[in-house]
């Protein structure tokens, strides 16, 4: 109960100054909300018990960005990493210079607005020198955040996307209880009645390569069209 009395008091101390940059010198600080309480063995105690403990944390542990509503996938052209440039001098051919996949546009991402500022915040401070070792254009759709606070092991044990997969089979199965659903077998048809709208058309890159092609057949064509010179 000591550390209870005095993490208070300590947290409202606390301080940090970040290092001199273009975006000048912040102080950070914890906010004014906080939450202590002991962690306790028994389960039936008042109190934090160390099995909740232990799934508030497995809960986080598993969880992946898009959970917060932003996009499961890189947003960061291939080719350049999102530079825009292969060199200093050469603009990457593939996205034209923007740094983003071909045919992708930051402002239309299907995601709330609070995640498209986040995401925005990312990329823009990705195209800074002083940030380039922290690759945040390559994981803009992730926050920024590119690992895991864990260590983990790939030779034993499970994976992390197998806790992902049967943590989302078991809120399916408890949502479908709740609700009077029965359980999902493998004879079950499942149909999904969300839709949403992807796109029309070329992109602007495919749009010039289909123009590119149509110019070929065409000049072949009069090509063959044409009289041989007897």
């Known amino acids: 109960m ?9 947290v409202r101390r606390v301080r940090l100054t970040t290092p001199p940059s273009p975006l000048g010198k912040w102080e950070l600080s914890w906010g004014d909300q906080f939450d202590i309480r002991p962690i306790l063995v ?9 099995r909740a403990v232990a799934g ?5 542990a598993t969880k992946g960005a898009e959970a917060s509503g932003t996009v499961d996938h890189r947003l960061s052209c291939s080719a350049c990493a999102g530079r825009g440039r292969m060199t200093l001098m050469a603009t990457c051919g593939l996205c034209h210079g923007t740094g983003l996949k071909p045919g992708l546009h930051l402002d239309a991402l299907p995601v709330t607005e609070h995640a498209r500022r986040m995401i925005r915040t990312c990329w823009d401070l990705g195209a800074r020198p002083e940030f380039t070792s922290l690759r945040l254009r390559k994981w803009a759709h992730m926050l920024g955040f590119r690992g895991h606070f864990s260590t983990k092991s790939r030779r034993y044990s499970t994976t992390l996307g ?18 009077g659903l029965p359980a999902v077998s493998d004879a079950t048809t499942l149909v999904l009645g969300h839709w949403r709208f992807a796109g029309i058309g070329y992109t602007s ?6 123009e590119h092609i149509r110019q070929r057949v065409q000049t072949a ?7 041989e010179d007897g």
């Open 2 to 10: 000591f550390a209870v009395r005095a993490i208070p008091p300590t």
């Open 42 to 50: 028994d389960p039936s105690a008042e109190g934090l018990s160390e």
């Open 56 to 60: 508030y944390i497995a809960k986080y």
């Open 162 to 179: 197998d806790l992902r997969s049967a943590r989302a089979q078991h809120r399916a199965t408890e949502a479908r209880e709740r609700h």
């Open 205 to 210: 890159g495919e749009a010039i390569m289909a």
């Open 221 to 227: 064509r009069k090509i063959a069209a044409e009289p």
